[in-house]
């Protein structure tokens, strides 16, 4: 039985932004927000939207396993990386990425300014070692936002190199990196498996010893870079962290 995850704040929309084709920011606010707060970047929170068709957002029970609704069918529950949290204003803002079938991408489109949503977390975000020589970040859109908040947070004098597969060249965003960050994005060709413009791409990369990597996206193409890291680099496995955040045709 898992142990029972925080429970969700019940929240409303502020702004949508669009920030690309292909990724729009969802800034909800409230004052359920009171007492949040995210000590590590690249950090998780859990999304609750309203099930398609209707504006009303019912709150789910925790079964011991998974969050149910009274008639044992399943919430739209999304895990997302807090793109910025401001604890005067009471707001969490959320970089979404925008794909055709995806169930928060459908809500997007028909949210409206105070349509209800909820938030649980945050989850484990990523301690940064600032004696580290290297730094690899690597990943597909939807690392995007958490790329962003290590920039940010790295020592500006260790160089820094970005990998990230995207699926067009539109989906490019400003990553807003130092003088030492080195950013390559590479295409997936149309068709290809996730990973496939990725992997390689890591696989080529340069590391001094002791280079931390961190790799995050779609989860059989995070077990590739894992195996790459550790039984062809021979890497430890303090030095690396791989995480999974979505699963192709899921």
Request: glycine content about 10%; overall charge negative; aromatic content about 6%.
């Amino acid at each position: 039985m898992r142990r029972e995850p925080p429970a969700f704040r019940v929240l409303a929309v502020r702004d949508l932004e669009v920030l690309s084709p292909f990724m729009t920011r969802v800034t909800l606010g409230g004052p359920a927000l009171q007492g949040f707060a995210i000590d590590l970047p690249a950090a998780s929170v859990r999304l609750l939207i309203p099930s398609p068709g209707t504006d009303e957002l019912i709150m789910p029970t925790w079964n011991g396993n998974e969050f149910l609704f009274g008639d044992g069918t399943r919430p739209i529950i999304r895990t997302f990386t807090p793109r910025f949290f401001d604890a005067d204003r009471l707001e969490l803002a959320l970089d979404v990425v925008i794909h055709r079938g995806g169930a928060v991408s459908a809500w997007i489109n028909e949210a409206k300014l105070g349509s209800p949503a909820a938030v649980s977390g945050p989850g484990r975000g990523y301690a940064v070692d600032a004696d580290a020589p290297q730094f690899l970040l690597g990943g597909d859109e939807t690392a995007i936002p958490a790329i962003c908040q290590l920039l940010e947070v790295l020592p500006g004098s260790v160089p820094v190199q970005v990998i990230v597969e995207i699926t067009n060249p539109a989906a490019k965003l400003d990553l807003h990196g130092g003088a030492n960050v080195n950013t390559q994005w590479v295409e997936l060709p149309a068709g290809d498996p996730p990973g496939d413009a990725l992997v390689p791409a890591v696989g080529e990369a340069r590391l001094e010893p002791g280079a931390k990597v961190w790799a995050a996206g779609e989860a059989a193409a995070m077990h590739r870079i894992r195996r790459h890291c550790f039984e062809e680099r021979g890497l430890a496995r303090s030095d690396v962290t791989v995480r999974g955040y979505w699963k192709a045709g899921r």
